[in-house]
């Protein structure tokens, strides 16, 4: 970690997490994000992390934050009472109302979770974990979604699904109404508030998804797509740095990476080599292929009765 910096922040490719990212480039925070291809490469065994001198490896949303406002990097310094009150205040009502909708859509949603969602997770988590993290993480949402729902939710309940969009899609109304004509919630300058918006909203209007009721009621509201591609073109392409990848490569795209990344193929073929060794060391433990060792004596019987066979 840097000596004058807060420390570096291990992100999981794919799907980064936008909400720390942005908050850091709010609060001006130098951080040195190192992106992971396998997230079990994690100090914590979790992502996102914060590796630091002083305090080790933070992991949890609050202790992150906690820590980058004690190093002085405070997006929400010139708040005040009232504000920091609407703070809590919509970031409440997002989890409640929003937070479910956006899980719906990328987990739940048949159509989405096969043909992006996991696509998107199985093509860059290296073999074998591509296998099962998907599956794991798709199994852990919807564990949460029947937290944030209660014991009423059901999967296959299309009353209760149409509730969950309905309340979402009078979320997003809301939060136009009280954007209204302001560059940012709380005026000219961005909060933590504005990090947590966009890092929501930014994947509902980027993503490239077969079915999506949020997206198509975002893009009826101007205001927060424009609130969208000004954090864009201000935060995220300066010094070249680009907003992170949100859908699946296209074949063209992944040619693309490989030009860039000459050592990707080599990777894929470790990886590769790896399971094998790791699926043949498992038939050779469990009993499922055996290897019998054969006297000289009993080899030099069967080579001959071997050769009588072919001259048979």
């Known amino acids: 970690s840097p000596t004058a910096g807060p420390g570096d922040l291990l992100l999981c490719n794919p799907r980064p997490p936008l909400f720390f990212q942005t908050y850091a480039k709010f609060s001006g925070a130098p951080l040195k994000v190192h992106k992971l291809w396998n997230p079990w490469r994690s100090p914590s065994g979790r992502l996102p992390a914060l590796k630091t001198r002083q305090d080790g490896v933070i992991f949890q949303?609050?202790?992150?934050?906690?820590?980058?406002?004690?190093?002085?990097?405070?997006?929400?310094?010139?708040?005040?009472?009232?504000?920091?009150?609407?703070?809590?205040?919509?970031?409440?009502?997002?989890?409640?109302?929003?937070?479910?909708?956006?899980?719906?859509?990328?987990?739940?949603?048949?159509?989405?979770?096969?043909?992006?969602?996991?696509?998107?997770?199985?093509?860059?988590?290296?073999?074998?974990?591509?296998?099962?993290?998907?599956?794991?993480?798709?199994?852990?949402?919807?564990?949460?979604?029947?937290?944030?729902?209660?014991?009423?939710?059901?999967?296959?309940?299309?009353?209760?699904?149409?509730?969950?969009?309905?309340?979402?899609?009078?979320?997003?109304?809301?939060?136009?109404?009280?954007?209204?004509?302001?560059?940012?919630f709380f005026g000219d300058s961005p909060a933590s508030l504005d990090a947590y918006i966009f890092s929501h909203l930014a994947l509902v209007l980027n993503v490239k998804l077969p079915s999506s009721r949020l997206q198509q009621h975002l893009r009826s509201l101007p205001n927060l797509c424009q609130y969208c591609a000004s954090i864009l073109t201000i935060y995220?392409?300066?010094?070249?740095?680009?907003?992170?990848?949100?859908?699946?490569?296209?074949?063209?795209?992944?040619?693309?990476?490989?030009?860039?990344?000459?050592?990707?193929?080599?990777?894929?073929?470790?990886?590769?080599a790896v399971g094998l060794l790791a699926m043949v060391g498992y038939a050779l433990l469990s009993g499922i292929v055996s290897i019998q060792r054969v006297s000289e004596d009993k080899a030099v019987e069967l080579g001959l009765a071997l050769e009588e066979d072919e001259e048979d």
Request: glycine content about 2%; proline content about 5%.
């Open 61 to 184: 949303t609050s202790k992150i934050i906690t820590h980058l406002k004690k190093q002085k990097y405070n997006a929400d310094y010139d708040l005040s009472a009232k504000q920091a009150a609407d703070t809590l205040a919509f970031i409440s009502l997002l989890e409640e109302k929003l937070l479910p909708a956006l899980i719906h859509t990328f987990w739940v949603d048949a159509k989405n979770y096969v043909d992006h969602t996991r696509k998107w997770y199985a093509e860059t988590i290296p073999f074998p974990l591509n296998f099962f993290i998907p599956n794991q993480m798709h199994k852990r949402h919807l564990e949460r979604l029947q937290l944030i729902r209660g014991e009423s939710w059901r999967e296959d309940d299309e009353t209760l699904e149409k509730q969950l969009y309905t309340d979402a899609l009078e979320c997003l109304t809301l939060l136009s109404q009280r954007l209204g004509t302001h560059r940012f």
């Open 236 to 272: 995220f392409t300066r010094d070249g740095e680009t907003f992170p990848r949100l859908s699946p490569k296209s074949p063209t795209a992944e040619s693309s990476d490989y030009e860039e990344e000459p050592n990707k193929r080599r990777n894929q073929i470790l990886s590769v």
